[in-house]
């Protein structure tokens, strides 16, 4: 079966730091969601992306987050400088969506990058 | 008002039990319907699409209302295996799809 990739796994670092993410979305597939999850919010819809144009980043916090599609087998999710509240497990997903609606297929997501800034 | 709503639970139940969640949503115009189901630690993974007739897979079966604005799953002689947190999932067309925060089943022996 067709997969979303993500790396790390884990990522462990300290406040300040810069972290990248990377998510490898199914081929095929035309649309990327970047997602974050914690206990107390659930899961939070961050940035997507259809045909590599960014199409909302309004859960976004712009100050420190950047999301980016530099080719179509590759997202990354970047944080500068990152902070203890940016802990969290943050999700790619991908699927396929006609130009009428943003989201009429489910999505699949991948293992997720389990994020804690000390 | 969340533009999902669920029951966050958990709902325990013994095996083999019947149990059902509903979830409603804000939009009128909200246009597909989906249930996913997470484990612990794990990642969402869909577990069926809701039409518009209600559908069924095995022992789970889909509703939607919407008249009423819900959706519900109903799970039929549970299975320990079925112990999950599920996510309902509503596209509005507007966003990417709106998850709600899940309700959590845990099946007892």
């Known amino acids: 079966d067709a997969r979303v990739t993500q790396t790390p796994r884990h990522k462990v670092t300290e406040m300040g730091q810069e972290v990248t993410m990377r998510c490898q979305p199914i081929l095929g597939h035309n649309t990327v969601f970047w997602y974050r999850q914690t206990m107390m919010q659930g899961l939070e819809l961050l940035a997507y992306?259809?045909?590599?144009?960014?199409?909302?980043d309004s859960g976004m916090p712009k100050d420190r987050f950047s999301a980016e599609m530099p080719d179509a087998t590759l997202a990354t999710l970047k944080i500068q400088p990152s902070e203890p509240r940016d802990s969290a497990v943050y999700f790619c997903a991908s699927g396929l969506v006609s130009l009428g609606g943003a989201g009429n297929q489910p999505q699949h997501f991948g293992d997720g990058t389990r994020l804690s800034i000390l | 008002r969340k533009e999902v709503e669920q029951d966050p639970g958990p709902f325990n139940v013994p095996e083999g039990a019947t149990v059902a969640f509903n979830c409603t949503y804000s939009n009128s115009a909200s246009q597909s319907f989906f249930w996913y189901r997470q484990d612990c630690r794990k990642e969402p993974k869909l577990l069926m699409s809701?039409?518009?007739s209600g559908n069924e897979d095995g022992r789970f079966t889909a509703q939607l209302n919407r008249a009423s604005q819900y959706i519900s799953l109903l799970i039929r002689d549970s299975k320990l295996s079925d112990s999950a947190t599920y996510l309902c999932v509503v596209n509005t067309g507007r966003r990417a799809l709106t998850f709600g925060s899940g309700t959590r089943l845990q099946v007892q022996p």
């Open positions: 809701v039409y518009s």
């Open positions: 992306f259809r045909n590599r144009a960014p199409l909302d």
